[in-house]
């Protein structure tokens, strides 16, 4: 260790996970590297085309930007750094500031990124459950408040996390019981709870109001609700590949912190990279699920034109290219 390095700073053993052969760094470096360059550019896509679409009617068109700012946060100021952390020596990424500040993005941004599908899920619940009242309900200033929290709470939870934890490392994150387990549940599993609930009540809506006999108005109504519930689907599928991302680490915080003793190196930085990935993972979803949805509209188009001469059959098509992503 460097001399200069603070008496009490933590460092991170490269050649606990890594081993002293270079190709083996060197390959581990390029594949997380491939990782975050992936996740950089895939969120910066996303971000250029919900912005050029100019659709912020759709409130949730401004929720999906706000992820893709956390996401790039994540790629670009936590990945980074850990990949560096744990394949140099130097002493300037291993000292107590850097380390606070990798800990504190990296707290604020997981912790906002599930707050976002909160928000989101609520967003599509209120349209599919509340329709008629839906824009007197998530107004602008609605949404803006609502912007705030999704970034000021978890930056407050991060701060405190990074700042009052006596052992604060990102090699061994879950040394300190109380930290470790209060940290898991209020940013993730209360909202993976709420979250759960949500959705299957967003389910039960959907799947009731199909066994009413619909007619006249009442058959666009039905329309507007398959639309509204397939981007409510298209969240659930995110959050779901979220869930299945971050569930390894939380898991581990909480085995570590009830039975107070610490994992190795090795695993809390797989686990922890497991997590990472759902950022390089959420701009292909959602690319590929509004490919689907884009083709969809498509084809709707195509039939509508060729079934032209058919009156009930027109009504149909025309009432169903409203149901696309964007």
């Known amino acids: 260790m460097n001399n200069s390095m603070p008496e009490n700073d933590i460092m991170c053993d490269g050649n606990d996970l890594f081993t002293n052969l ?62 560096l952390r744990h394949l140099s020596q130097a002493w300037f990424l291993h000292d107590r500031m850097t380390t606070r500040i990798i800990l504190l993005l990296d707290v604020m941004c997981s912790t906002s990124s599930i707050l976002h599908f909160t928000c989101m899920t609520t967003d599509r619940f209120i349209a599919i459950s509340k329709p008629l009242r839906y824009f007197q309900i998530m107004t602008r200033k609605v949404v803006v408040f609502l912007l705030l929290l999704l970034w000021t709470l978890p930056f407050l939870e991060g701060y405190l996390l990074s700042t009052f934890n006596p052992h604060v490392s990102l090699c061994l994150p879950g040394a300190d019981f109380t930290p470790a387990l209060v940290g898991s549940i209020v940013s993730f599993y209360i909202p993976l709870a709420f979250n759960i609930v949500m959705n299957i009540k967003i ?5 009731r109001r199909r066994f009413h006999v619909l007619s006249g108005n009442q058959l666009q109504s039905f329309d507007y609700i398959k639309m509204e519930f397939r981007v409510a689907r298209t969240i659930s599928i995110l959050f779901g590949c979220f869930c299945a991302s971050w569930t390894p680490f939380f898991a581990a915080n909480i085995y570590s912190a009830i039975r107070k003793e610490n994992l190795s190196h090795l695993i809390w930085y797989i686990v922890t990279w497991i997590g990472y990935f759902n950022s390089t993972m959420n701009p292909f979803l959602f690319y590929f699920l509004h490919k689907r949805k884009s083709m969809r509209k498509k084809n709707t188009i195509i039939t509508h034109h060729i079934s032209n001469k058919k009156e009930e059959n027109v009504l149909y098509q025309s009432n169903s290219t409203i149901n696309t992503f964007m």
């Open 22 to 83: 270079i190709w083996i760094k060197i390959f581990i470096a390029i594949f997380l590297f491939g990782l975050v360059t992936f996740a950089a550019c895939g969120n910066i896509l996303v971000m250029i085309t919900l912005i050029r679409i100019r659709k912020f009617t759709r409130k949730i068109n401004v929720f999906f930007i706000s992820l893709a700012v956390v996401d790039m946060i994540i790629a670009v100021f936590v990945m980074i750094p850990s990949i």
């Open 203 to 207: 389910y039960l809506i959907v799947r």
